[in-house]
């Protein structure tokens, strides 16, 4: 659990970050936009930050002394790691994700292949999939990605969006079906599309970090969706009432998830799971281990039929 501290230093960065983010759009000048936008992105990140940080430390404290040096060593690598992805996704890449990730066009593809759409999670952007999806392109895969709007919208609303990006990348690459490859918050939405439209134009399912049985920490987040990841909510229970999709699905996901917690409600019952330990939530996107594992799951032929 969070502790009240924390939950305080959280709300008052979160109060810092709507006070900016309103005059953002205000009368101010460019460059006193740039600079708020700027001072906004470096709080949202700190307020993350301090989440990982905490939860890290917090769930390494808790382990057993024997073997505390070794369990510190580790808790320490995972915190620095979670902090650089964390930089690296909200400071650098994403508020520039047009500049970073450039056309999206993927074009027509060969028969027998398939192509590979990446959704992001809650609060990011396409930017996040920059290095993953540099890797796939280099290997030959037909990788797209999608910008789910509004960011604070339900996650069916957001379902939707999904699936006229699908109905897109589909009429775009003259392919019959796709594989989704997911990061948290997106796991579930790909899961609420597939509950919506069944599994007709998706050969598979690759999940990292995803909350599938909800997270505590949404209870600190803002927007609808952030409400129906609360374990054990309405929609939560809707979702997971019915079986797996029919169709292939690997779940992703690591024992030192901060963001997911408790990290077991990554779990997928009918998935095949991959259980990690040494990364943070967001760490997990750019993971050489996680991008090779990822990758294994879409270099296997495509043997589903179009």
Known sequence: MVSRDLCGAFALEAISLLVLMAALFGDAAVSTRVLLATCAAFILVNAFAV?????????????????????????????????????????????FERWWMGSDAVGPVGQGRIPVLL????????????RLRRR????????ATVNLQPPLAGLDELAK???????????????????LVTHSMGGLIARAYLQQHGAAHIAGLVTLAA??????????????????????????????????????????????DEIVAPPESSRFPGAQESVLSGLGHMA?????????????????????AP
């Open 51 to 95: 989440m990982a940080v905490y939860a890290i430390l917090r769930q390494a404290a808790a382990n057993n002394a024997q073997s505390g040096a070794a369990k510190a060593r580790h808790s320490w690598r995972c915190a620095i790691g979670e902090l650089l992805a964390l930089f690296t996704s909200f400071v650098i890449i994403q508020p």
């Open 119 to 130: 959704v992001h999670g809650y609060l990011c952007n396409r930017g996040l999939w920059w």
């Open 136 to 143: 796939l392109r280099a290997r030959q895969h037909a990788v």
């Open 161 to 179: 969006r999904l699936g006229e990006r699908i109905d897109a990348l589909l009429a775009e690459t003259g392919a019959l079906k796709i594989v």
């Open 211 to 256: 909350p599938h049985q909800g997270t505590l920490i949404a209870g600190l987040g803002w927007g609808r969706n952030a409400r129906q990841m609360i374990p054990n909510s309405e929609w939560l229970q809707r979702l997971n009432a019915l079986p797996a999709p029919p169709i292939p699905i690997a779940n992703i996901w690591s024992l030192d």
């Open 284 to 304: 997990l996107v750019f993971s050489p281990a996680v991008l090779a594992r990822v990758e294994d799951e879409l270099t296997p032929s495509p043997s589903v």
